[in-house]
């Protein structure tokens, strides 16, 4: 995870977007979504396919408006103060437009020519920050897709934004590629800049962000620290007995979320009675619960804890919904 040091200490906030909604032809594309982005976070917005993840984007730069709610990108609204908004982000919507008959430095050039103070100086700069100083003088057809996505990023980080959108960042990428990319996002945010990160690969966000809002069918249904998130998510197996006295002690146990399962244990080789209890909990809770068990003369056999993933918890969150 990056370092979050300034989100945490001042919560200062670059990207908010407020109850958006978008409608086209009378059909609700986005149905009234909220969240913030701090500073220097990498904040993940997860989704399958067709769940509105393109069309936030273009909303959040202004490529197309939304129907209600309001979007502001370091106090100023996109809409209302189109140009003090924007000068403060850069984004890639899909792939970068580059022009693969000139160097990358020339591609950089020609996009620096479009704003306002930046110079060779900051060429260079954003060169270094890529890493391709030993390619920026070859033609762009050259490049590998990884070296196309990192030349995009340096165009975007020219006018010195506040906040970075990356819209499907490591797609077709090699694994070596996607590895690369993750490290580069996250030294950028060390360096205090913040970014979104728009992705449908689970194991990329759960990796690479901070905290991550899901989205499904328009509607953000969870925002959150992955950390957090995954946690909630928590499964924590109790071989136990006796079976029904273990029960009733868990159920009513205000550390336990929900009871998911409830099966004899046969790796135990005891009496029918050694029950094992799947419950829904934070793995936090565990000594707590065990006390608890042992207090009342429960025997507790051994404990097990399922780690989660974001995908466990995108799945129960959207009933199953197909992702990545």
């Known amino acids: 995870m990056s370092a979050m040091s300034s989100a945490l200490s001042s919560p200062e906030i670059v990207l908010s977007v407020k109850n958006v909604k978008k409608r086209i032809k009378n059909k609700e594309i986005i149905k009234g979504i909220s969240f913030d982005v701090y500073a220097g976070e990498i904040f993940g917005f997860l989704g399958p396919n067709g769940s509105g993840k393109t069309t936030t984007i273009r909303m959040l730069v202004d490529l197309i408006r939304p129907t209600e709610g309001s979007i502001q990108i370091c106090g100023h609204d996109v809409h209302k103060e189109h140009n003090q908004a924007l000068r403060h982000v850069g984004c890639i919507v899909e792939n970068p437009e580059l022009y693969s008959y000139l160097t990358g430095w020339e591609n950089l050039e020609h996009f620096a020519s479009m704003l306002p103070d930046v110079d060779e100086q900051r060429i260079a700069e954003v060169v270094e920050i890529v890493s391709m100083d030993g390619r920026i003088h070859d033609k762009v057809r050259t490049y590998s897709l990884g070296m196309r996505q990192r030349l995009g990023i340096a165009q975007a980080l020219l006018g010195r934004p506040s906040l970075l959108i990356l819209d499907e960042p490591t797609n077709g990428l090699d694994p070596q590629g996607i590895k690369e ?58 071989s136990v007995a006796p079976a029904d006295k273990a029960e009733e002690l868990i159920m009513s146990s205000p550390y336990v979320s929900a009871i998911e399962d409830i099966a004899y244990d046969r790796t135990m080789g005891q009496e ?23 207090e009342a003369g429960i025997s507790l056999y051994s404990v097990e804890i399922k780690n989660p993933t974001l995908e466990d918890l995108f799945l129960s969150l959207t009933e199953g919904e197909k992702i990545g």
């Open 181 to 238: 990319m993750r490290e580069f996002i996250h030294r950028l945010a060390q360096d205090g800049l913040s970014l979104f990160v728009s992705s449908h690969l689970l194991s990329e966000i759960q990796q690479m962000c901070d905290r991550v809002a899901i989205i499904s069918h328009g509607q953000v249904i969870k925002v959150g620290a992955v950390d957090e998130l995954v946690a909630q998510g928590g499964k924590v197996v109790w």
């Open 272 to 294: 029918p009675s050694v029950s094992q209890i799947v419950t829904q909990m934070n793995k936090e809770h565990v000594p707590q619960v065990s006390r608890q068990l042992m």
